[in-house]
C-alpha cells in the first residue's frame, strides 16, 4: 500500500476507538458494561445488531463467495425476516419483563440450573470457537499486506480488539458500531461502483449482469431439486433457506447472548422490537448488495487479467519449490483460457451475440478446472499452507486496482467490521461467563444499590473479558485452511443453535414439560446433530449444514414431550 492508504488505514481506526472509549463513560456496573443501562434508542439498536452480524468475514468472504458459487448463498437469509416476527412477539417482551442479564436466566427460572449451564455452556463454546474464527479473518488482510506470518497477525488483531471491548463494554461496541456501519456501506458502494466503473468503455451495469448472468453467478434463486429429487445435501436453496434459515435465524436473534445482549440495551420493549424489525427488513438487500458486488467482480475478470490464484503471499513461496515448472505451465494455460474468455465476454455483450453465451459458461468451467489443478499442485508443494482462496478475492481487487487512500479505507472498513462484531462477541462471552456462572454461584445476590460489590463485579468482568479474547485469539492459530470463513463460522454455528434453540421452544410452548425431561432431550438433541454432522461429512447422508438447525430444534422438543411422558412428575415446575 502506500503511504497516503496507511495514513488513512491507521487514522480510521484510531479515531474509531478513541470514538468508543470517549461514548463508553457510563456507570461502572455490570448493567452498564455489558447492558448499556438499558438506555439505547432503536436505530442505535439496529445498527449494533447489524454490526455484529456483519463482521469482516461478511466482507471479505461473501463477495469470494458469490464469485466462485453465485449468489445463492441469499437464500441463507430468506427465514430471517419470519424469525424477527417471532422474536418480537415471544422472545423480547419476556427477557425485558424479567430484567434479565443474558437470555439463559429465565432458563433457570423456567426449569432449573443445570439447564441453564448446559445452554449457557453451548453458547459460549460456539460462540468463543466461531469469534476466534472471526479474529483470523482481518489477520488475512494484515498478513498479505506486510507479509507477516498470520500467527503473530493474529495476535496483533485480537490485541487491538482486546483493548477498547475490555475497556469500553457495551456502550462502546454500540457506538463504535454506529459510525462502523455508516462508514462500511460507503466504502461498499464505492468498491461497486468502481468495479463497474473499470469496465471497457461501452459496458454498463446493465451489461456487467448479462456476463454474470450467462457464467451463472446470478442465480438468486435455486429450488434444490434435480432429476433424482431434491438434494438434501444442497447447502443454499429457497427450501433450506427459508426453513433452515428460520430456525437458525430464531436461535442467533432469540437465544444467541451476543444478538440478545444487543437488544436488551434498548430503553424498552419498543425500542427492542422496532430495531429487530428493521433488521429483518434491511438485512436481506443488504447480503444481496454484498454477494452482488461479488458476481459483479466475476464479470470485472471476465475483462481484465485475473490471478489463477488470488493469495499472492502463498503462490510466490510456491514458486520457491520444485513444483515451479508444473505451477508456471498451469498459469500459462489459465492466462490462454483467460484470453478467450474475454474474447467470448465481448462478442456476447458487445455485439449481444446469444451464441456465446454457452460459449462464456463453458470457458468458466474451464477456468475454474485450471484453477483447482494449481491448488492441487499448491497442497503438494506446500503442504502447511491455506490453498483456498475465497477470501482473498476481494482484497485482492482492493490492492490491485483501486485508487491510492481508497484502498486505506476499504481496508479499514473490513477492520471495522471485524472489531464491531467480535467485540459484541467478547463482551457476550463475559456477561455469560460473569452473570451465568460467577454471580450465580459465589453465594451472594447481585446488588445494584451496592457500590462496593458493584465496583468489584465491574472490574471481574473485564477480566473475564480479557480471558475470552485470549482464547479467541489461540482459536484463531487454528483457523488456518478452513475455506470460505463465512461458511465455517455457519456451520459450526449450526452443530448448536438447533438445540439451543429447542430448549427455549420448550420453555415457551409446552407448559407441562419439566426441567428433567428438556435436559435429557437437549444432551440426546446435541448428540443426534453431531451424528448427522458426521454421517454428511463422511458422506454416509447428505445433509446441507442449514437442516442441522431444524433436526437440533424439533429433536429437543420431541425428544422432551416424550421424555416428560415416561418420567414421574416433578414437585414443583417453574412458571413464568
Not at 487514522?11 to 476507538?17: N, W
Not at 427465514?79 to 424479567?98: T, W
Amino acid at each position: 500500500m502506500s503511504n497516503i492508504d496507511w495514513i488513512v488505514l491507521v487514522l480510521t481506526l484510531m479515531g474509531i476507538i478513541a470514538y468508543g472509549l470517549y461514548k463508553s463513560r457510563t456507570a461502572k456496573n455490570l448493567e452498564g458494561y455489558f447492558l448499556s443501562n438499558r438506555s439505547m434508542p432503536w436505530w442505535l439498536v439496529l445498527l449494533s445488531i447489524m454490526g455484529t452480524q456483519a463482521s469482516a468475514i461478511t466482507f471479505l468472504s461473501a463477495p469470494g463467495q458469490a464469485y466462485t458459487d453465485g449468489m445463492r448463498f441469499v437464500q441463507y437469509y430468506f427465514g430471517l425476516p419470519i424469525a424477527m416476527v417471532i422474536i418480537c412477539i415471544s422472545f423480547v417482551p419476556l427477557f425485558n419483563k424479567l430484567k434479565v442479564f443474558t437470555a439463559y436466566e429465565f432458563l433457570e427460572q423456567r426449569f432449573d440450573i443445570k439447564t441453564r449451564v448446559f445452554t449457557s455452556s453451548l453458547f459460549l463454546i460456539s460462540r468463543g470457537l466461531s469469534t476466534g474464527i472471526s479474529i483470523y479473518a482481518p489477520s488475512i488482510i494484515l498478513s498479505s499486506l506486510l507479509g507477516w506470518d498470520i500467527f503473530y497477525t493474529n495476535i496483533v488483531m485480537g490485541g487491538l480488539l482486546i483493548i477498547y471491548t475490555v475497556s469500553g463494554g457495551a456502550r462502546a461496541v454500540a457506538y463504535t458500531q454506529q459510525l462502523q456501519m455508516v462508514i462500511i456501506f460507503i466504502g461498499m458502494f464505492l468498491a461497486g461502483w468502481l468495479v463497474v466503473h473499470y469496465l471497457p468503455e461501452g459496458v454498463g451495469f446493465a451489461d456487467a449482469l448479462k456476463v454474470s448472468g450467462a457464467s451463472g453467478k446470478l442465480n438468486v434463486i435455486t429450488t434444490g431439486f434435480t432429476e433424482k429429487g431434491f438434494d438434501w445435501k444442497d447447502r443454499y436453496n429457497i427450501i433450506s433457506g427459508v426453513i433452515g434459515g428460520f430456525f437458525l435465524a430464531l436461535s442467533y436473534f432469540g437465544t444467541d447472548q451476543s444478538q440478545v445482549g444487543r437488544y436488551l440495551t434498548a430503553k424498552d420493549n419498543t425500542e427492542s422490537k422496532i430495531g429487530l424489525l428493521m433488521n429483518g427488513l434491511v438485512k436481506v438487500p443488504m447480503q444481496f448488495s454484498i454477494l452482488l458486488l461479488g458476481a459483479l467482480l466475476f464479470t470485472f475478470y471476465q475483462f481484465h487479467s485475473a490471478p489463477v490464484f488470488f493469495n499472492q503471499a502463498v503462490a510466490d513461496k510456491a514458486k520457491n519449490t520444485a513444483y515451479a515448472d508444473t505451477l508456471g505451465k498451469l498459469e500459462n494455460r489459465f492466462m490462454q483460457e483467460q484470453l478467450q474468455q474475454q474474447a467470448y465476454s465481448k462478442t456476447y455483450v458487445i455485439q449481444g451475440n446469444e451464441q456465446f453465451k454457452d460459449s462464456l459458461k463453458l470457458g468458466s468451467g474451464k477456468m475454474a478446472a485450471t484453477q483447482k489443478a494449481y491448488k492441487a499442485i499448491l497442497k503438494k508443494a506446500l503442504p502447511a499452507s491455506d490453498t483456498n482462496d475465497t477470501n482473498y478475492i476481494f482484497l485482492r481487487f482492493v490492492i490491485d486496482f483501486l485508487p491510492k487512500g481508497l484502498v486505506g479505507l476499504l481496508i479499514a472498513i473490513i477492520f471495522l467490521a471485524a472489531w464491531g462484531s467480535i467485540a459484541a462477541a467478547l463482551n457476550s462471552l463475559a456477561s455469560c461467563t460473569m452473570i451465568d456462572f460467577h454471580v450465580r454461584f459465589k453465594g451472594k445476590v447481585y446488588d445494584r444499590d451496592n457500590a462496593e460489590q458493584c465496583a468489584t463485579e465491574y472490574r471481574v468482568s473485564k477480566y473475564y473479558t480479557l480471558g475470552w479474547g485470549i482464547f479467541c485469539v489461540i482459536t484463531a492459530e487454528f483457523a488456518t485452511g478452513m475455506g470460505s470463513l463465512i461458511e465455517v463460522v455457519n456451520i459450526l454455528g449450526s452443530l448448536f443453535y438447533g438445540v439451543i434453540l429447542g430448549i427455549f421452544l420448550v420453555a415457551f410452548y409446552l407448559k407441562k414439560v419439566q426441567s428433567n425431561a428438556v435436559f435429557v432431550a437437549a444432551i440426546l438433541g446435541e448428540l443426534i446433530v453431531i451424528a448427522f454432522f458426521l454421517m454428511d461429512k463422511y458422506n454416509i447422508i447428505g445433509l446441507g449444514f442449514l437442516w442441522l438447525n431444524v433436526v437440533g430444534a424439533l429433536a429437543v422438543v420431541i425428544l422432551a414431550w416424550i421424555a416428560q411422558q415416561l418420567m414421574p412428575s416433578q414437585k414443583a415446575l417453574h412458571t413464568i
